[in-house]
């Protein structure tokens, strides 16, 4: 078993649909969260940091930390076209820590 | 946000040649880098970890003679693939993080072409 697991998609919606993207972890020792966008032959571009349990809201962007449940969400409202990418949750145990990804989420926002 | 440079973005070298590839924080320093590849469709493969002023913490499974780190400055760190050769083509992302944050920032990407 993986110690993140994300759907690797693809998921499709409408534009301005609400998107809701996942993970879940197996590790209780991760204490931060994050959440990379990656656009086709990019590197990854840093969207949401949470430390710990609770919400965190970013203009179109919330994510979420459930660390009793290990579960982690992004949420994206008004999805646009430009929103169409790669989604990859990444989390570890400790600043200056390596990262552990999820395999990525395929996001595309149709007209 | 922190900015993270590489160069070069695209490279492409016979078999047998050595690439070096640099990875720049410009706006911060970057007391951590980690060196990334990454296949067309897969996620990040960490490959190393590596700490200013000392060696690098290889992964399991990666040639540390083959893939040479070096973080000589807070701002920049050089990974050289040497004898280079075909299966080596590939995506190299490098990362960086400042001193007690968790958040990493990643370059660009610097595509490998080995022919």
């Known amino acids: 078993q993986k110690e993140v697991e994300q759907d690797p998609g693809p998921l499709s919606v409408p534009e301005g649909a609400i998107v809701s993207l996942n993970c879940t972890y197996s590790n209780s020792a991760f204490q931060y969260f994050m959440w990379y966008r990656q656009y086709s032959r990019k590197g990854p571009e840093l969207l949401m940091y949470?430390?710990?349990?609770g919400n965190k809201e970013d203009g179109r962007f919330t994510a979420q930390v459930d660390k009793s449940s290990k579960y982690i969400s992004l949420f994206i409202r008004d999805s646009q076209p430009s929103d169409s990418a790669t989604y990859l949750c990444?989390?570890?145990?400790?600043?200056?820590?390596?990262?552990?990804f999820g395999t990525g989420t395929q996001l595309k926002v149709e007209l | 946000g922190a900015v993270v440079s590489q160069h070069p973005s695209w490279v492409i070298c016979k078999s047998g040649t050595s690439v070096k590839i640099e990875c720049r924080s410009l706006d911060f320093q970057a007391t951590t880098m980690f060196w990334y590849r990454q296949f067309p469709k897969q996620s990040l493969m960490l490959m190393a970890t590596?700490?200013?002023?000392?060696?690098?913490?290889?992964e399991q499974g990666v040639e540390k003679d083959k893939f040479l780190i070096n973080h000589a400055s807070l701002t920049l760190s050089t990974l050289t693939v040497t004898s280079a050769h075909p299966e080596d083509s590939s995506f190299y992302i490098c990362?960086?993080?400042?001193?007690?944050?968790?958040?990493?920032?990643f370059g660009p990407g610097t595509r490998l072409t080995v022919t």
């Open positions: 590596s700490n200013e002023g000392s060696k690098a913490t290889y």
């Open positions: 949470t430390y710990s349990s």
């Open positions: 990444a989390m570890s145990g400790g600043g200056g820590n390596k990262l552990t």
């Open positions: 990362s960086a993080v400042d001193r007690g944050f968790a958040e990493q920032y």
